[in-house]
């Protein structure tokens, strides 16, 4: 890694979208901090990273950002580092089964919202340091499909997948305009980047249960578009991190093919920006409780 660089953390930058915007980054000359679960995926990603780079530019770093205890004590650690020119908030997905964190909310949105939240709040003075510096929060067309209700921790009815993380994804985008506004000040512009479908492993992992019932003759639509590469995913996140032509834009949305896309915006209005503020608040408070 070299002093005079930019630096960059990519979360879930070990597989998937992630790492192919990791190695995007590496090519334009920034070193890059890799967050995830596995030492041996690390590792492995660490190297791709530096054969992009032709340069020794990327960092593995653990943690498993379903915790949000461990989330926390993963921003003071970056935190403590000095200046970040960029926070890729690209961990998330989509799962069948319903699963909890360690601190009992559900895991699409710990992982879609309260992670990546609770780790940019930890990393707002080292951005701000480094400022113009940029945050991108990977959302998902997902949250067309959002049961939008931020009364309780959960929905009521049955658990779906798509359903679930569009609701979280669509929390997190509401956030995203919110900081953006707040950040404004400080320099440092906060995007959401909207990668389109891939086949990603957490893609694979899915099946026709997380659509509700009268979605599922779309199941093979859905299967088609999740066969897409992973690389061609990676256009929307690097661009909102990197285009030169979207300096000083902030609070808006990169759509798959790289370019700003209001399609999600529509969803967010007033009304739920506070609902989710209110909602966070409480899940935070609850989780803090239980840790
Ligand atoms: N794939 C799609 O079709 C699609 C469509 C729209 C939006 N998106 C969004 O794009 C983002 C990336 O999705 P993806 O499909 O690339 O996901 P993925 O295949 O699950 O990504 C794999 C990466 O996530 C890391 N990871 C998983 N759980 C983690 C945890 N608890 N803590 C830390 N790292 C973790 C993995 O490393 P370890 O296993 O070593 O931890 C690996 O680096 C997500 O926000 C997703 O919602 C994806």
Redesign the pocket.
Same mark, same amino acid.
């Given at each position: 890694m070299s002093e005079h660089a930019p630096r960059a953390v990519v979360? *879930? @930058?070990?597989? !998937?979208?992630?790492?192919?915007t990791a190695l995007g980054l590496a090519r334009q000359g920034w070193d890059v901090t890799?967050? !995830?679960? +596995?030492?041996a995926?690390?590792e492995a $990603?660490v190297s791709r990273v530096d054969g992009a780079a032709g340069r020794r530019a990327g960092r593995f770093v653990? $943690? +498993?950002?379903?915790?949000l205890a461990e989330t926390r004590r993963l921003g003071e650690r970056l935190a403590g580092e000095g200046g970040l020119g960029l926070l890729v908030?690209?961990?998330?997905?989509?799962w069948t089964e319903r699963w909890e964190?360690p601190e009992g909310i559900e895991g699409s949105v710990v992982?879609?919202h309260l992670?990546p939240y609770v780790l940019t709040e930890a990393l707002l003075d080292p951005l701000a340091a480094a400022a113009p510096s940029r945050v991108v929060n990977?959302?998902?067309?997902?949250v067309a499909a959002a049961q939008a209700v931020f009364d309780d921790a959960e929905p009521p009815g049955p658990h779906y997948g798509l359903a679930a993380?569009g609701r979280a994804?669509l929390a997190h985008l509401a956030h995203t305009v919110e900081l953006a506004a707040r950040l404004r000040p400080r320099g440092v512009s906060v995007l959401a980047a +909207?990668? @389109?479908? $891939? $086949?990603?492993?957490?893609?694979?992992?899915m099946t026709m249960d997380i659509l509700p019932p009268p979605m599922r003759p779309h199941w093979e639509l859905i299967l088609k578009?999740?066969s *897409?590469p992973?690389a061609s995913?990676a256009r929307a996140?690097l661009a909102a991190a990197t285009d030169p032509a979207l300096e000083g834009r902030t609070g808006v949305v990169v759509g798959p093919e790289g370019t700003l896309d209001d399609t999600l915006l529509a969803f967010v209005t007033p009304e739920l920006t506070e609902a989710v503020r209110g909602w966070t608040a409480k899940l935070l408070a609850a989780a803090g409780r239980s840790s």
């Open positions: 979360t *879930a @930058g070990t597989g !998937g979208i992630g790492l192919e890799l967050v !995830g679960r +596995d030492a995926r690390g $990603a653990r $943690a +498993d950002l379903s915790s908030n690209n961990v998330g997905g989509m964190g992982l879609n992670s990977v959302t998902s067309g997902a993380t994804k +909207d990668p @389109g479908a $891939a $086949a990603t492993a957490n893609a694979a992992e578009g999740v *897409a992973v995913a996140p």
